[in-house]
């Protein structure tokens, strides 16, 4: 059977190790410990505040269910003052990487936690940021073949000078490409038939990436019964127009907010994962032609790659006018999430706790307080092809994480059989000692014997040392089954060197294992809870500049 390991993230750098270990530094750069239970009833009675039974009736006109349990589920967060897990990321081909569905089933996991701490309902909601606009990330996706080794997906076809988002990016034939080499790769299983109808249903010729991927989303993660909202949303535009507004209107201040905010991150030796560009909103244009980030110029706002320019209060008025051509950038984002839904906790990866310490203060200058940030949590899949592997050569996962040569290296060293090793390490000690002799005898006869007896002895180590490479050699044809094998469980646990959930695509172990997979991955993930939670006062802020004040510099 296939084997579920979860744990803690890894690959954060020093500032996830740290906030797993409640470091006192990160204390005034959260809103609080995602492990205390307290911190989230603070947050969730700051989320009530400001939501009544109205504004969450409104926040659910953009919510899609996939599933008729997460209709309920919604239904009983308005009418019962209910509260949001939420977690999101780019639609990428097929749903991405596999650390996708991981932040999804993490949010599920938090959200079941909490629902008996917090006493109301708790409902996770995937944000699937469809305003983004990357497609060299967005276009490709890896899955392994029959004998192992790892194929790249990618639908055919430059971007061009064009970048629009995916919420807007149609699919063209390339994708039936797409879906002709997909069957080549998926096994023959009782699950074929119906996960392909599946994909097929969903990624069709000229719908978008974004609607693509949420009909997969919705049919692939269905039993898990969660939420979506597509970030692309009109509806969802109107109803965080404030948020957009806001930015145009403090963009000044906002920047050095962030800058300082930054900075006091540095001076504790970390790094700020988000860079500060000088005299940006955190905001992006979108027309037919691209989207593009809006800059601040000579008292007006530029797209510099198209020329375009409007006064202030031009760009008010087609806010106000078309608020779905902008969209928030990354560090925006969760302010618009929190603004229109009610968030009490985000699930990120390790990019995203990173650049949530730089956030607080902007959420303040919004008018609000920072979600928890949970992590999410790492997994790995282990086939029993793959484990019997472990297990005959007596290895871990993380036996895997160093350059391939020296893994193969080492298990040779250990495999060779034992008369052999023995053999060659008499005959160096050998060799040392008779050399060792044979110079101190000499050196009665003529002292300056030494030098070219202890080159005879440098030269017969080497040769012994190349006489165990070539019988090393001969013993790595002779084993070169089993290494072989290794380099297979390579392949599955650390495709192209990368941990498994950051390469392989979900659909090579759903084909194989079913849709109770993901619901049974769910249950394996360790979310905890509990009174020894660090407590961590909240984000600390200099005051917020009024309104308006630094609007001069535009």
């Not at 307290?38 to 969450?56: G, P, Q, S, W």
């Not at 991150?265 to 691209?290: C, H, K, M, R």
């Not at 198209?306 to 969209?327: T, V």
């Amino acid at each position: 059977m296939l084997e579920i390991l979860a744990g803690r993230l890894q690959g954060g750098g020093r500032l996830l190790e740290d906030y797993y270990e409640a470091s006192a530094a990160l204390a005034a750069f959260f809103s609080g410990s995602p492990w205390d239970p307290e911190a989230y009833r603070r947050k969730t009675a700051e989320v009530t505040r400001r939501f009544d039974t109205a504004r969450l009736r409104a926040m659910a006109e953009v919510v899609r269910p996939t599933s008729e349990a997460a209709r309920q589920q919604l239904d009983r967060v308005v009418e019962g003052g209910g509260v949001f897990v939420t977690t999101g990321h780019q639609p990428g081909l097929l749903l991405g990487p596999l650390y996708t569905v991981y932040k999804a089933l993490s949010a599920v996991r938090l959200a079941q936690a909490l629902e008996p701490v917090l006493g109301r309902p708790v409902a996770p909601l995937f944000w699937v940021a469809s305003d983004d606009h990357d497609w060299e990330e967005a276009n490709q996706v890896h899955l392994l073949d029959l004998s192992n080794e790892l194929r790249r997906l990618e639908i055919p076809g430059a971007s061009g000078g064009r970048r629009p988002s995916m919420r807007l990016r149609r699919l063209g034939p390339g994708i039936e490409q797409v879906l002709e080499e997909l069957r080549r790769l998926l096994p023959e299983t009782e699950f074929t038939p119906a996960l392909l109808e599946q994909v097929e249903s969903a990624y069709r010729p000229g719908r978008t990436v974004a609607e693509a991927f949420m009909e997969l989303f919705t049919s692939v993660l269905g039993p898990l019964d969660l939420l979506l909202v597509d970030g692309g949303d009109p509806v969802l535009k109107r109803q965080g127009a404030a948020v957009l507004a806001r930015e145009l209107e403090g963009a000044a201040e906002h920047e050095v907010r962030l800058t300082e905010q930054t900075a006091r991150l540095e001076q504790w030796g970390y790094s700020g994962q988000v860079t500060i560009l000088p005299s940006a909103a955190n905001l992006f244009y979108e027309d037919e032609q691209a989207r593009e980030r809006l800059l601040r110029e000579d008292g007006a706002w530029v797209l510099r790659r198209r020329g375009q320019r409007w006064s202030d209060r031009e760009l008010r008025a087609l806010l106000e006018a078309q608020p779905d051509r902008f969209s928030p950038n990354v560090v925006l984002r969760p302010i618009l999430e929190s603004y229109v839904f009610p968030t009490v906790a985000y699930v990120g990866g390790p990019a995203e706790v990173n650049y949530f310490a730089q956030l607080g203060c902007l959420f303040q200058a919004h008018g609000l307080e920072m979600p928890l940030v949970l992590p999410r949590c790492s997994v790995w899949l282990i086939e029993p092809k793959v484990r019997k592997v472990l297990e005959k050569f007596r290895l871990e996962v993380h036996d895997f994480r160093g350059p391939a040569h020296e893994l193969a290296a080492r298990l040779l060293r250990e495999e060779l059989p034992e008369g052999i090793t023995w053999a060659v390490a008499l005959l160096r000690q050998a060799l040392l000692e008779g050399y060792e002799r044979l110079v101190e005898e000499s050196g009665s006869i003529d002292p300056t014997l030494a030098g070219p007896l202890q080159a005879a002895r440098n030269a017969s180590l080497v040769q012994l040392q190349e006489s165990e490479k070539r019988i090393a050699q001969h013993f790595k044809k002779h084993s070169a089954t089993g290494l072989g094998q290794l380099e297979k469980a390579r392949s599955n646990l650390f495709p192209s060197g990368q941990p498994q959930e950051r390469v392989l695509n979900v659909l090579h172990y759903l084909v194989r294992y079913g849709p109770d997979l993901l619901p049974a991955a769910a249950q394996a993930l360790p979310i905890e809870l509990g009174t020894a939670a660090p407590v961590w006062s909240g984000v600390q802020c200099p005051p917020v500049v009024e309104a308006g004040s630094a609007r001069g510099g535009r």
